[in-house]
């Protein structure tokens, strides 16, 4: 069964959204993981500093990591909507911010 030029649209409309704020998503739970980290780390000194460290180097990694994957998708989702433009499956010019109101964006 192959999807319609509709089906495809919204699919992908739907699934790069939840992409994004999935990677949002993780990024504020490891940041909130590294403060956490950073925190006990101070607060317990009787913890072995060369493991403390390790894992906040290592937690350290993860953010970047996903800062790289957050970067990554505004660019899939800008690479997407040129070539919806390009097809014809949008009629605006803009994608819409994710905190934004989209009834205001529609009016607009």
Do not use: W
């Not at 999807?3 to 409309?13: D, G, I, Q, S, Y």
């Not at 894992?55 to 994957?69: E, M, Q, R, S, Y």
Request: charged residues 20%.
């Amino acid at each position: 069964m192959s999807l319609t030029f509709n089906a495809a649209t919204a699919r992908l409309v739907r699934e790069m959204q939840a992409s994004e704020i999935a990677i949002a998503d993780a990024l504020v739970a490891t940041t909130a993981l590294m403060h956490s980290a950073a925190l006990a780390q101070r607060e317990f000194s009787a913890a072995p500093p060369v493991k403390t460290q390790a894992a906040l180097i290592h937690l350290n990694k993860t953010l970047t990591g996903l800062v790289d994957a957050q970067v990554e998708a505004k660019r899939v989702h800008s690479q997407l909507l040129d070539i919806a433009r390009e097809m014809g499956a949008t009629e605006s010019p803009f994608c819409p911010e994710a905190s934004g109101n989209l009834q205001e964006q529609r009016a607009a």
